[in-house]
């Protein structure tokens, strides 16, 4: 975290790092003297991470000490020597943009640290446009990276974050079907295509069942037809044979 000392004659804005001298120890914590009208207060809950049970096992009266501001008060300012968080719980919120470092690479996301008070983790799915199947081949430890606050659920101290949402969106390739909302293709299937060519094939119109049966009446009348004519052929033909057949015995008489 980028170090803000400052004079202490200047504003003091919470998170300022400032520099101060141990003027008086309590039973409950500091006074300190930052060299400003308004002294110095720190809580034995904020001399050290670890928990305390006397203020002087962590400071004394004269000591010099580097202290961060809490909040600033009418009668006093609330310090600690605790270094405070680049991102508070309360400061993080979804769609805010950040920089980070991964820390770590897993085969389902990445852990970026962001300066809270645990990394967040970008899903493999969050960290590019395209398909990549593990985080390694976009990116790698101690690389800077930006990212956007997705999710923060600190009851169970877990950050979501995005590198995809940061990224610029690529560009369509003229080649590759465009998609409209919802990621779907705007070009038609091709059962889509050959349903509307069957569609449009001329259909032959379908016979109603009177003209099924007037059609098969014609077919039996020219069939009966036909054989009334070989009929008559045959007949005429046996008459010739017999007139000849008569004549060629009277002849022979």
Same mark, same amino acid.
């Given at each position: 975290? =980028?170090?803000? +000392? /400052? /004079? ?17 120890? $309590? ?5 300190? @003297? ?18 305390? $049970? ?11 000490? +580097?202290?961060?501001?809490?909040? =600033? ?14 991102? #508070?719980?309360? +400061?993080?919120?979804? @769609?805010?943009? /950040? ?37 390694? *081949? =976009?990116?790698?430890? @101690? ?25 610029? +969106? ?29 569609? #449009? ?6 016979? $109603? ?7 098969? =009446? ?22 010739? *044979? ?5 004549? /060629?015995?009277? *002849?022979?008489?």
């Amino acid at each position: 975290m =980028a170090e803000n +000392e /400052t /004079t202490p004659e200047s504003v003091l804005e919470p998170k300022t790092k400032i520099k101060g001298t141990i003027k008086k120890i $309590t039973i409950g914590g500091a006074i300190v @003297d930052l060299g400003q009208e308004l002294p110095g207060v720190i809580h034995i809950s904020q001399l050290q991470k670890e928990h305390l $049970t006397r203020v002087e096992d962590a400071v004394e009266i004269g000591q010099e000490i +580097e202290v961060w501001v809490r909040r =600033a008060k009418k009668d006093r300012i609330e310090l600690t020597m605790i270094e405070p968080l680049d991102l #508070e719980w309360r +400061e993080m919120k979804p @769609d805010v943009v /950040t920089k980070g470092k991964v820390v770590r690479l897993e085969t389902y996301g990445a852990f970026v640290e962001i300066g809270a008070e645990r990394p967040g983790l970008v899903h493999v799915s969050e960290i590019a446009h395209g398909y990549i199947k593990h985080p390694s *081949q =976009a990116i790698k430890v @101690d690389d800077e990276v930006e990212v956007m606050i997705l999710e923060v659920n600190r009851r169970k101290k877990q950050i979501r974050l995005s590198m995809k949402a940061v990224l610029p +969106e690529p560009e369509e390739s003229p080649d590759k079907p465009r998609r409209g909302r919802g990621g779907k293709k705007r070009g038609k299937s091709v059962e889509a295509m050959m349903a509307e060519f069957s569609s #449009e094939e001329p259909k032959v119109p379908e016979h $109603t069942a009177m003209e099924v049966a007037w059609k098969a =009446a014609l077919d039996r009348a020219g069939s009966t037809k036909k054989s009334n004519k070989k009929d008559e052929k045959s007949a005429e033909a046996a008459q010739v *044979q017999e007139e000849l057949l008569s004549r /060629t015995l009277e *002849q022979r008489k």
